[in-house]
């Protein structure tokens, strides 16, 4: 028997809610993606949830997005946990509109990825992987639980290559994690409490996973230019800082690639002992610095363990590794340690090995990373190339000396959830900069790292035509570019 359309999308809906797969007080997609997910109009779809409106099975305002609605629930399901009442009241906030978006569209095969911080799979070094296991003898690859602290051989690796950054530590300093990710996790659930003070550099990328937000901390930011220009007096004398940390990227920044000079990395070390304020560093992009010799990490000149350091192979040998480190003093490595152990009994044992062998023999680790430099400064300068030509007129930005990101900022204020959307539509994904800062709203983070060279071009024309028929930039901008 026939069924119309819009009886058809009524059937659907319902049949997802008996099953669990939509539960109360989740969003239902847009009219219009809701058009192109059943190919009809939107006159359609708009029939279909009125219906549903009026049976209060959804609800909703008029022109704002549809729920399942609380009020009928018991109608439409059996004895089902209603998982949306706990993940509503989660203290996690990464409902974040972009980052939700982001995190599900990067793995949408159609879509070109234009902000995505993570290595393209052709520079991900495989085939160096399979040889390593193939050369793998039996007795020395072990796929039982490793110590608390980590691999005692990855220790001692990790260890070797930290002595070439001019950080000085031995195996008790260093405690093995899941990335660096888990290495902030940590930090939050092992060292930090409610009242604890979070000074981070704006923008910044622990914006972008909130790791320290759920914890109802006093997240302080202040601005990587009032850093520079308050260097020998960046914290209020009036203020306590009990309990508190100050975060940063101090090498290749992450999203403005931003990199302190040497003597303000000294002198930000100095304040914060003034302080009394421990130092977290995230160092995960210092060994992809192009042109010259990587600058020295932070915790090279700590002599007083008050810094924790962060660092993996995430962004520098495959982010499916999950290998990464703290160095830290060697009671509180320690203490970082036990609390992993409770969690996840530690990271993989073979990742573990991997990661020794990796940077065990320079072949791998000093090769790779000649090579991987050298691809990603080819796809930088063609991306520079593009924005001069397409984005001129929209802002500025300036030359990145190494990693992976260019910081744009419009000259102009600009709707970016629009664009955001706008751009999506027609599969192109961008990382907008309030994932950074709250008050980046017309700012975008590009990257060169994910993206295929041959894409970069046409991308960003593409995106460049987008902003220039649908938003109009006001006249008085266009012609006066300054591309840094």
């Known amino acids: 028997m026939f069924k119309p359309k819009y009886k058809q999308i ?6 997802q809610i008996d099953s669990g797969d939509l539960e109360q007080g989740m969003q239902l997609p847009s009219q219009r993606d809701m058009a ?6 939107r006159s359609t779809v708009i029939q279909a949830l009125d219906i549903l409106k009026s049976q209060g099975i959804i609800e909703g305002r008029e022109k704002q997005r549809l729920y399942v609605s609380g009020n009928t629930w018991h109608t439409y399901i059996k004895n089902n946990i209603n998982w949306q009442n706990y993940i509503s009241h989660s203290t996690t906030k990464n409902n974040q509109y972009f980052v939700q978006q982001i995190n599900k569209l990067e793995f949408h095969t159609n879509m070109i990825r234009l902000g995505t911080g993570e290595l393209a799979p052709d520079l991900i070094p495989n085939e160096q992987f399979k040889e390593i296991l193939s050369k793998c003898h039996t007795p020395v690859l072990n796929t039982n639980y490793e110590p608390p602290q980590g691999n005692l051989k990855l220790r001692e690796a990790v260890a070797q290559y930290m002595q070439k950054s001019g950080v000085s530590c031995t195996v008790d300093h260093i405690c093995i994690t899941s990335g660096a990710l888990q290495g902030l996790k940590l930090i939050a659930d092992g060292l930090l409490i409610p009242q604890s003070k979070i000074i981070v550099e704006s923008p910044s990328y622990i ?4 790791t ?21 007096n960046i914290f209020k004398a009036q203020s306590q800082y009990t309990n508190s940390i100050f975060y940063c990227i101090p090498t290749l920044h992450n999203p403005t690639q931003h990199s302190y000079s040497t003597e303000e990395k000294q002198k930000i070390i100095m304040q914060c002992e003034q302080h009394g304020i421990p130092i977290v560093e995230d160092n995960v992009y210092g060994d992809l610095y192009f042109n010259h010799e990587r600058p020295k990490p932070l915790k090279s000149f700590d002599t007083n363990d008050n810094i924790l350091y962060l660092n993996s192979l995430s962004k520098t040998v495959s982010p499916g590794l999950r290998v990464g480190w703290i160095v830290a003093k060697p009671s509180v490595a320690a203490h970082l340690a036990d609390l992993k152990m409770q969690n996840d009994y530690g990271a993989s044992s073979i990742s573990q090995y991997i990661a020794t062998q990796w940077l065990t023999h320079p072949q791998y680790h000093d090769q790779h990373l000649k090579m991987l430099k050298n691809q990603l400064l080819i796809k930088r300068n063609l991306f520079l190339e593009s924005l001069k030509k397409y984005f001129s007129d929209f802002g500025s930005w300036s030359t990145p000396e190494g990693s992976f990101y260019i910081w744009f900022q419009f000259k102009f204020s600009i ?49 460049s035509k987008i902003i220039q028929t649908r938003f109009t930039p006001p006249s008085s901008h266009i012609g006066k570019g300054n591309h840094g």
């Open 10 to 15: 009524i059937d659907d809906i319902i049949s």
């Open 36 to 41: 192109s997910l059943y190919q009809v109009n």
């Open 207 to 210: 914006n972008s996973i909130r």
């Open 212 to 232: 320290w937000h759920n914890m109802r901390a006093d997240i302080q930011q202040i601005s990587i230019s009032d850093i520079k220009s308050n260097i020998n």
């Open 415 to 463: 709707d970016m959830k629009r664009l955001f959307d706008e751009a999506i539509a027609e599969n192109i994904l961008i990382n907008p900069g309030e994932v950074y800062d709250k008050d980046a709203r017309d700012c975008i983070r590009f990257s060169y790292a994910y993206v295929d060279a041959e894409d970069i071009d046409e991308t960003l024309k593409h995106l």
